[in-house]
């Protein structure tokens, strides 16, 4: 099976998911996400395939959504040739994406995600719809466009952090390492970078070695606690309307045009540079 964005193999009952679009971080296109939609969906179908391991090739896991393309102004226009937004079509077209995020949370085999560098804005929506994470201690996580811009598409952040951790890095768009990860719960684990690949191995063999149908039905016995609650479709629901919302706000319009105009680099040192974080983080 071979994928322009993604890496696909199947070996002793592990399917693996490698992201590869390393000079870009593995930002999200549609492209990328319509594949990983593919190979998740193939792997689900596969006998021979009992878990999924996702992970990203190069310096991070995923560094978001690829805003080269995401910034460019809409081409509608009505017949004034005035811009114009679809709050539909908008919803539509998120929902593709979020859709392809879900498809991990909705396979019926267990999806074990394997942490390095970054994995912040679509790429946290991304990854915490996996079963089961694993990351590095360098690892951060977090939702900068929760500052402007974004909403998280999905349910994966409350039901993970809870309602009052949720609120606290949402209310902020702080980033969280991975040890304060794996102490709130938010992540299986955290372990040295030189220990993640073999400590992925190690869960994703022992979970390879139970009966597919019995892998199956605990997966499906713990989604349909939620399932049965209504917060997974509901929030997701939400949650993508709200995303077109935030990103047609006077203030996401100028941060939109300030990137459409200075750069995104410049867009980002505006949102990030206040809080001293992600692309503003000083080095050591």
């Not at 994470?133 to 900068?144: K, L, M, V």
């Not at 047609?248 to 809080?275: C, N």
């Amino acid at each position: 099976m071979t994928y322009h964005t993604l890496i696909y193999s199947v070996e002793n009952r592990v399917a693996t998911i490698v992201l590869n679009r390393p000079e870009q971080m593995n930002a999200l296109t549609f492209e990328l996400l319509d594949e990983l939609h593919d190979a998740v969906k193939a792997a689900d179908r596969d006998p021979n395939v009992h878990v999924l391991v996702l992970k990203g090739n190069g310096r991070s896991f995923c560094a978001g959504y690829d805003l080269d393309i995401s910034t460019v102004e809409e081409s509608e226009r009505d017949e004034k040739g005035q811009k114009v937004w679809d709050p539909i079509q908008d919803y539509v077209m998120i929902n593709r994406c979020t859709d392809a995020m879900m498809s991990l949370f909705r396979c019926r085999k267990p999806v074990i995600a394997q942490v390095h560098g970054w994995a912040v804005g679509g790429g946290a929506d991304l990854v915490l719809c996996a079963d089961l994470i694993i990351a590095s201690e360098e690892a951060q996580f977090g939702y900068p466009p929760a500052r402007v811009w974004g909403c998280p598409t999905t349910p994966m952040w409350v039901l993970r952090l809870g309602m009052e951790r949720a609120k606290r890095f949402l209310f902020t768009g702080d980033s969280i390492d991975a040890r304060s990860a794996a102490q709130m719960g938010m992540i299986l684990e955290c372990v040295p970078f030189e220990k993640l690949e073999e400590s992925v191995q190690r869960l994703a063999s022992r979970i390879a070695m139970l009966p597919l149908n019995q892998l199956i039905m605990m997966k499906l016995f713990i989604n349909q606690t939620y399932q049965s609650m209504g917060i997974v479709d509901n929030t997701q629901v939400i949650g993508t309307l709200l995303d077109g919302i935030a990103r047609h706000t006077p203030e996401g319009i100028a941060w939109r045009e300030t990137a459409v105009q200075y750069g995104i680099k410049h867009a980002l040192k505006e949102r990030d540079s206040r809080f001293g974080d992600y692309t503003q983080r000083k080095k050591n």
